[in-house]
């Protein structure tokens, strides 16, 4: 099995600060996913990534693939209250049809 | 589109006993798995069916875990006999094929005491 390290593991930050989450792992991925988990209910996908060096903007989140694909960021600009959650990353096996979650950064945006 | 339905969302049960836990996927859906999330572990895959055929059970933890998928609208994960360590949310998630986005339950928070 493919491990995927995310860092860090905890974040609390003042609402309107940027922050950075990575995602990296010595394998190499044929796509990368990111998901937010609220208290409470089952993950949720914001993006999927496959080209290696590719990056995706959602509203003030960019997700960026590695050249390699073995690693991913995601970067929050202004961070709000409501981007509070578990967000986690997802590599998708090269070979197989596993999906390989990392374990996950819980942040918190305090107003 | 009524998304990944599980239930129940919440079991108490004493060692020993059987838990079933059910899922209904998302309609079209052809890939259902089973996963675990513990605050150590984190999530963790237990299970997947292509087709309703298991095709990687490798993440069961012991011969306690079963899983069954007799349709494709219906799937129940049990453990005969529960164990204070299963105590977890349990995850049911659907997607298109395998390797393609998931969409996830909101699981059930299962507590053996």
């Known amino acids: 099995t493919q491990l995927l390290e995310q860092s860090p593991q905890f974040l609390s930050i003042q609402e309107g600060e940027n922050l950075t989450v990575y995602c990296n792992s010595s394998s190499v991925f044929s796509s990368l996913q990111w998901y937010r988990q609220e208290p409470g209910e089952g993950p949720v996908l914001l993006v999927t990534?496959?080209?290696?060096?590719e990056v995706k903007k959602l509203k003030r989140l960019t997700f960026q693939f590695g050249d390699a694909r073995k690693d991913s960021s995601l970067h929050i600009t202004a961070a709000q209250p409501g981007d509070t959650g578990l967000y986690l990353c997802?590599?998708?096996?090269?070979?197989?049809?596993?999906?390989?979650f990392g374990e996950g950064t819980q942040l918190t945006v305090n107003p | 589109d009524a998304g990944v339905i599980q239930s129940p969302r919440h079991e108490v049960t004493e060692m020993g006993q059987e838990v079933t836990l059910r899922c209904k996927p998302i309609s079209g859906h052809n890939s259902l798995f089973w996963y675990r999330q513990t605050m150590m572990r984190g999530l963790e895959l237990l299970i997947y069916f292509n087709n309703n055929v298991p095709i990687d059970d490798s993440g069961m933890p012991e011969d306690r875990f079963s899983a069954k998928m007799p349709n494709a609208s219906f799937s129940t994960l049990k453990i005969q006999p529960s164990e204070p360590r299963d105590s977890a949310v349990y995850f049911c998630?659907?997607?298109?094929?395998?390797?393609?986005?998931?969409?996830f339950g909101n699981g059930t928070r299962l507590t053996v005491t």
């Open positions: 997802a590599g998708a096996e090269t070979s197989g049809s596993r999906l390989t």
């Open positions: 990534v496959v080209t290696g060096g």
């Open positions: 998630a659907s997607s298109l094929v395998p390797n393609s986005p998931l969409h």
